[in-house]
């Protein structure tokens, strides 16, 4: 089945350390997506890619690094100079041509706790 | 800069309808969208309406857009404990249609 695979679903990190999420989609999208939920403040788009080997900041990418060097795959590093790390993260895709162009496609989620 | 506001929190009684409310700020979005959210998951499209409507009804969805006041309200008809989830308003920013802001999410709880 066609979607979006994120890991690991849960993943707890010392001080100082940097943590990779992965995301993988098998939808053939073009544009992927990473936001960060935190109760109280919905959703915040941390970074965006429409095309592989490009990407932009969103609005909270300091102390977040991306890469996006094949289609399917858009990981999130949280490097040790993200102050406030622990949230719950999110990754996305979605269509750029074709059809009605908006929706977006979620994984479930990656819970980061840092200890 | 671009806020998406909704109220925190919503109860109702099963069998009741639900007001969904949501102000936005990009008068130039050109969808605007509702998401849900069931427990520990990720988020899902549960309907949208083009900017140059005023309502859209599927099922027991009804959506109200008044661009004057940058409001969009999502009412659901008939609410079951099905529905208890947290319900997102996205807007579409500067015309783009696949860079979304969201806005706070609404907690929906249905009382049996």
């Known amino acids: 089945d066609g979607g979006i695979t994120q890991s690991p679903k849960y993943l707890f990190r010392k001080e100082g350390q940097n943590v990779t999420l992965s995301c993988e989609q098998n939808?053939?999208?073009?544009?992927m997506y990473w936001y960060r939920q935190d109760p109280g403040q919905g959703l915040r788009l941390i970074y965006y890619?429409?095309?592989?080997?490009?990407?932009q900041k969103g609005d909270i990418a300091e102390g977040y690094s991306v890469s996006r060097e094949k289609k399917e795959s858009f990981p999130l590093t949280v490097t040790s100079a993200q102050k406030n790390p622990t949230a719950f993260y999110l990754c996305?895709?979605?269509?750029?041509?074709?059809?009605?162009?908006?929706?977006?496609?979620f994984g479930e989620g990656s819970r980061l706790t840092v200890l | 800069g671009e806020d998406v506001e909704q109220s925190l929190f919503l109860s109702v009684r099963e069998g009741d309808s639900s007001v969904i409310n949501c102000t936005y700020t990009?008068?130039?979005?050109?969808?605007l969208y509702w998401y849900k959210q069931e427990p520990g998951a990720g988020l899902q499209l549960l309907t949208y309406?083009?900017?140059?409507?005023d309502m859209k009804q599927d099922q027991r969805l009804t959506v109200l857009l008044n661009k004057k006041d940058k409001h969009l309200s999502l009412r659901i008809a008939d609410t079951q404990t099905g529905d208890s989830a947290i319900y997102f308003c996205a807007e579409s920013i500067g015309g783009a249609t696949n860079k979304l802001i969201f806005g706070t999410g609404t907690l929906l709880a249905v009382q049996p």
């Open positions: 890619s429409q095309i592989v080997n490009d990407f």
């Open positions: 990009d008068s130039s979005s050109t969808y």
């Open positions: 939808l053939n999208h073009d544009a």
């Open positions: 996305a895709s979605s269509s750029t041509s074709g059809g009605f162009i908006g929706e977006l496609f």
């Open positions: 309406i083009f900017s140059n409507m």
